[in-house]
């Protein structure tokens, strides 16, 4: 347990193949920061003993209370291979520990894009959770190399109680449910791109891709087995190494049998296939497995603590006098076990033989990270093409200096090493003590009482530690200093960072393909920086650096004024800003927050500016009201940010509003039964398209509209919303731009799916073109020229080609058509109709606007006559869109949470009831296998799921805890201005319909915080007499 000089680990630095840089990644309570405990005792920074109870890289007060990890934390370590190997055997491991918290997925994201490799531990009795999936996901988009620690094996037998057979069937089964989530990922991905514009090519992309280094086996040195808690692991190559002796095999043969269907015939020496088959016991089971049930039966079952020295003598181990007093099991095989197979040495074995060092970069990786999807490659200068060589080898040399800021990390001023008191050296201390020597012998001289007072002192005056003079903080404005500093959480890239080197800070927008953008006084997008003082982090310490090397991560200080979350750091201008990072989850929990004393508005707006830089996924806006918004992940992700307000930011009390939730609206088919499954007998005027079509005039009676909504079929809306992000991009892009041919893929494959989507939509006869041609007549897309609404033209205007616009310019038309010049007002109006409804002012979704009519009479009086004309045809266009949208039946559109619950079989009927209550839908309730506990799935509204978590806990006395996530938006299929009208309906709901209407409910709440009219009576029916004294 070697305690590591810094000196030692900055040597290390500077060799790239000896550095490693991992992240843990995993499901909540699966055991992530017990194990970097495990791997943080191996340096000697905290004892072996406290591993898995200390949770050292969990250093805020309320991580150390919930028992969670909030955020993601960095430490490096040294590892010293074993001597038998030849080489080089030191290592420099950089560990981020990440937390498993859906609400703090971001923080995943800022660790795994400054990695090679990830660490994934899975619990294998829960299995593979949803948060898991979603690691492999963001692992395999950013093109990192997974290991796998199938973690908390103790539990199989003390808590499972299961024989090392069915524990080795359950391992099995874990491992393939790993794998099926992988092949999936991967095979998605594969069909996603796909070129299915070829009508020739009939053969699957799946066919022709090598998935062979994919998936997880323990053959292959991938997976590690480990208990985290009690200290040990092990993998199929520790056992191999012990047994090929004995056995008389080789041990890389050994290591392909040891897992799998193999037996070993004792009579031949050599391992055979089919164990299973002919009910043998399998290698693992028999050398592998039975030996740790053994251990475990002896030490923790039966408590044969006689035993003990005689196995640690078989095993080779040199047990303490201490340990063998041990009385508690767990200590006791934390003593046995863990210096038997120790974690450290295994897991961080498997790093550094499967992680790659940070000059070995997959080329795709570095061009994903280096070059925009959107940007085609030859249009880049040949300067910004030649750094992805410097990029690729992580050269320290390079003179191109590259570095990725993921996040800004808070640290307490007093936390800086330079602010804290320097520990004294073996020779300060000795002459410390001679000195307190030498006054001792002169006090002794004195009288008694004089000389006792003066040896109270001269220990008074005895310390370890050297007082240093704090350098003083630069104060802010107002006045009062700033109790945080924000470091910078980065990784070099590429050539060597110092102290005090002068880089550019490359926001998003810098695009080296302009010219003016790689020049150093006309750069628009890009900040000249001055890098301050350079850190290793340390869990919750700080260590000072002079430079880093290319490879490593590093906290850079002197950024807090440049830079807000993310950021590029380069030394060229030709360098393009590192594409964003992939976010798991979408903020969707909007608070308002306000002083409790309204003179401490200043101090919320700093904090606010403070929090919106320390955390990666809040969002601080201020709403059109005035107020102070802040949108976050979930619950708990709002009780941190809170917390951290009041506490450290802001350091005000604050009231927090109830959740602000967005909600969408829509329009549905006409109903065929009505509210008690009765069939509606539609008459003649029902069926009348011409009351479905709305006409406003402009006000001057010169313009005229003919607008009808429809509603766009399921899988249009789904398409469109999938490539939001893509069609907000697009919109960006100048008109007479040439897009990249990756993007004009995209762009033609989207089209074929609108196609194929839109072969549902019903236009009530109005149109006779095919869909093909209703695709071309696509005017724009709305809200924002990205949303899930379509404007469809069936006029005679002849609208811009919506997919081929940025392949030509448009100047190039003849403008003979008077209605070109008001072509952007009527869009426009349509954008404002679609960012906020009729309903409750919400933006719109899955609607079709179609234009049967445009005309403009140009004879006669002057357009303008009443006021600028584009305004008339904006707020013409915008009034009839809203009409459209009313005569259909009108939607309200909620966000859904997928909620994920592990709860034993004696809680599942109250669960149920706390779920419906919300109303909830329960999508699967599955048996966990080898364990009695089920895994229910469901679906709850957003607006429903405040205080679901504590209900959940309260209802099941604490043995289930949900896990939300947003899932996707969906109709509620209730009419806002739905009434009781038919006999039946009255039979059912009654006179007064007591059972309220939930989605106007949702919709008056909305309506009533953003100040509009909400119809309610305050007394509703008034033939019950209430008075003060009986109010029942």
Partial sequence: MPVVEGSDLVQLQRRRQQVRNICILAHVDHGKTTLADSLVASNGIISQRMAGKLRYLDNRADEQERGITMKSSSISLYYQEAEELTGNPDYLINLIDSPGHVDFSSEVSTAVRLCDGAIVVVDVVEGVGPQTRACLKQIYEEQLKPVLVLNKLDRLILEKQMDPLDAYFHLTQVLEQVNAVLGSI???????????????????????????????????????????????????????????????????????????????????????????????????????????????????????????????????????????????????????????????????????????????????????????????????????????????????????????????????????????????????????????????????????????????????????????????????????????VFIAFARVFSGTLKRGMELFNLSPKHDPRQPTHRREDEAPYASRVTIGDLYMFMGGELQLLDEVPAGNIVGIGGLESHIVKTATLSSSLDCTSFSELSIMATPILRVAIEPVQPQDMPKLVKGLKLLNQADACVQVSVAPTGEHVITTLGEVHVEKCVHDLEHSYAKIKVNVSKPIVSFRETIVPAATVDMVNEAIVKTAEDKDVSKKIAIQQTLNKRGTLKVIAVPLPAEAVELLEKHSEFFKELAAIPRNQLLSEKWTTLLASIKVKLIAALRDLHLFGLSSLTTEELVNRIWSLGPRNCGTNILLNLSDYEQPDFWSSHAKSLDTDIRSDPRKDFNSSLVNGFQLTSVAGPLCEEPMQGVCFVVLEWSIQTEGEDLNSRGPFSGQVLTAAKEVCRQAFQNQPQRLVTPMYSCNIVVNAEMLGKMYAVIGRRHGKILSGDLTQGSGNFAVTCLLPVIESFNFAQEMRKQTSGLACPQLMFSHWEVIDIDPFWLPTTEEELMHFGEKADSANRAKLYMDSVRRRKGLFVDEQVVEHAEKQRTLSKNK
């Fill in 186 to 484: 991967f095979a998605s991905d594969i069909l996603a791109r796909e070129d299915i514009t070829k009508k020739d090519n009939y053969e699957s992309a799946l066919e022709e891709v090598d998935d062979s280094e994919l998936y997880f086996s323990p053959s292959s040195g991938n997976v590690v087995f480990c208990s985290a808690y009690d200290g040990w692991a092990f993998s199929v190559r520790d056992f191999a190494a012990m047994y090929a002796k004995r056995l008389e095999l080789k041990r890389k043969d050994l290591e392909q049998v040891l897992w799998g269907d193999f037996y070993y015939n004792s009579k031949k020496k050599e391992a055979l296939p089919g164990a299973q088959e002919k009910a043998k016991k399998p290698m693992f089971v028999q050398f592998v497995l039975e030996n740790i049930w053994s251990l475990y039966d002896i030490i923790a079952i039966r408590k044969d603590k006689d035993k003990l020295p005689g196995i640690a003598e078989k095993l080779g181990l040199k047990l303490a006098a201490r340990d063998l007093r041990l009385t508690d099991p767990k200590l006791q095989i934390k003593a046995v076990l863990g210096q038997w197979l120790p974690i450290d040495k295994c897991v961080l074995h498997m790093v550094v033989d499967h992680v790659p060092p940070p000059h070995k970069i997959i080329e795709e990786r570095a061009q994903r990270l280096l070059y925009p999807a959107n940007v085609d490659l030859s249009s880049l200068p040949p300067e910004t093409l030649k750094l992805k060589e410097s990029f690729t080898s992580c050269d320290a040399d390079s003179s191109n200096v590259i570095a990725f800021v993921s996040k800004m990390t808070p640290v307490h001023v007093s936390h800086l090493p330079q602010n804290r008191p320097k520990r004294l050296t073996d020779q300060e201390v000795q002459q410390r003590r001679d000195e307190v020597r030498r006054r001792i012998e002169e006090r002794k001289l004195q009288s008694e009482q004089s000389e006792l007072e003066k040896i109270s002192q001269g220990v008074e005056q005895l310390s370890t530690q050297a007082e240093v003079p704090k350098q003083e903080e630069p104060e802010p404005e107002d006045g009062e200093p700033n109790e945080f």
